[in-house]
Structure formats: structure tokens, C-alpha cells
T-cell receptor
Framework: GNSVTQMEGPVTLSEEAFLTINCTYT??????LFWYVQYPGEGLQLLLK?????DKGSNKGFEATYRKETTSFHLEKGSVQVSDSAVYFC?????????????FGKGTKLTVNP | GAVVSQHPSWVICKSGTSVKIECRSL??????MFWYRQFPKQSLMLMAT?????????EQGVEKDKFLINHASLTLSTLTVTSAHPEDSSFYIC?????????????FGDGTRLSIL
């Protein structure tokens, strides 16, 4: 079945550092790809998404490009802030039984220190 | 828009009791709702998908009689953990979509932390 693999954390950075969180996927067909963010004690919020190859999703300074040739969707941010500290989940969508389901990676915890 | 509310946010109860968790879409009608379970430092695992007016579709390995899901209206779905035991302790998250099918974004609730003593 479809699966998502993302780099294990935790990741600890200083403020204004460059961030990369790797994500690769295995899927039949061409799923949509997502990054979700989870702040402590909260549910998930959609950060960005891409629906087809070479699409770039971006939001709040974060970017990720749908790379079909490497089956990857790495998350990047040029300058992180303390407020970016959270757990980040890479996910893909698959359709089963008429409903679109999300398959998540294990999550990467990011801590940004001042 | 697209706010999803879960209640309660945290519940502690004794082993053997049943616990009901509510998931409401506050400003939209949700044709489909999803229930996930998240273990500490783990990913979200889809438990079941429920479409309003239909029986829920459970993922492999999820006990239907243990986790009862009701999608009574277009704005409310409930998950009841029956005869809960300590191993059922977890973070339960719901999400809701306006429509079935492809490219329908899921809007997530803030989750419910369930602790069984």
C-alpha cells in the first residue's frame, strides 16, 4: 500500500537557521501531497499542499516541491522562528471506497531555540 | 471558515467505563468525517471513515464493537470507546470534509486526550 517516510527527529535549530525536513513517498498513481503542522496539545493544521508533479506548495515561509522523479516532498524554510516549534507531518492522499484518505508519516518534532 | 470542534479536550475515567467523544463542524456541513488515533511520538492512524447517513467504514484491525462511530447529522459525529481499558489511552483526533471524493480538504479538530486509569 501507499506509505510516507519522513526523517526522524527531533530536530533542534537556532532561530534564523535553515530548515529541511525530508519526506519521501510510495504510491500507486499520483496522489496529492501535504505537510501538516501540530502545535503542542492541538490538532493538525494544513501547512501546504501540492496536487501534481512539479507543483510547489508554500505558506508562512515554508515551501515544498512535488518531485515525481525522486518521489519526494521535502519541507524547507529559509529562516525559522521560535514560533515554528511544532511537529510536522508529511502526508499523501489516496482514494478508497469513494473517500479520500490521508496516509501520514511519523512526524518530525522541530524545536527552535532563541 | 471550516472550524471543527472536538469535545471533551481531555477526559480521565476508570477502566470499564464508556467514553463518548464529539466532533462538530461549526460553520460547514460535513458529508464525511474521519477518526484518527495518535500514540505518543507516533503518526496518526486512521481508525474509520464515516459518511453522514451511512455506517462507518473501519480500517483493518480496528474493532467495530469497541469503537462505535455515529454520524448522526451533517455537523456531528461521535466516537464511543466502549468498556475502555488502559491500552485505549491515546490522543483521538477527528477531521471533517464537506464532500466525498478526491481533493476534498480535511479540517481537523484539536483532539481529545483520553486517559484510562
Amino acid at each position: 500500500g501507499n506509505s510516507v517516510t519522513q526523517m526522524e527527529g527531533p530536530v533542534t535549530l537556532s532561530e534564523e537557521a535553515f530548515l529541511t525536513i525530508n519526506c519521501t513517498y510510495t504510491a500507486t498513481g499520483y496522489p496529492s501531497l501535504f505537510w501538516y503542522v501540530q502545535y503542542p496539545g492541538e490538532g493538525l493544521q494544513l501547512l501546504l499542499k501540492a496536487t501534481k508533479a512539479d507543483d510547489k506548495g508554500s505558506n508562512k515561509g515554508f515551501e515544498a516541491t512535488y518531485r515525481k522523479e525522486t518521489t519526494s516532498f521535502h519541507l524547507e524554510k529559509g529562516s525559522v522562528q521560535v514560533s515554528d516549534s511544532a511537529v510536522y507531518f508529511c502526508a499523501l492522499s489516496e482514494v478508497q471506497g469513494g473517500s479520500e484518505k490521508l496516509v501520514f508519516g511519523k512526524g518530525t518534532k522541530l524545536t527552535v531555540n532563541p | 471558515g471550516a472550524v471543527v470542534s472536538q469535545h471533551p479536550s481531555w477526559v480521565i475515567c476508570k477502566s470499564g467505563t464508556s467514553v463518548k467523544i464529539e466532533c462538530r463542524s461549526l460553520d460547514f456541513q460535513a458529508t464525511t468525517m474521519f477518526w484518527y488515533r495518535q500514540f505518543p511520538k507516533q503518526s496518526l492512524m486512521l481508525m474509520a471513515t464515516s459518511n453522514e447517513g451511512s455506517k462507518a467504514t473501519y480500517e483493518q484491525g480496528v474493532e467495530k464493537d469497541k469503537f462505535l462511530i455515529n454520524h448522526a447529522s451533517l455537523t456531528l459525529s461521535t466516537l464511543t470507546v466502549t468498556s475502555a481499558h488502559p491500552e485505549d489511552s491515546s490522543f483521538y483526533i477527528c477531521s471533517a470534509s464537506r464532500h466525498r471524493g478526491n481533493n476534498q480538504p480535511q479540517h481537523f479538530g484539536d483532539g481529545t486526550r483520553l486517559s484510562i486509569l
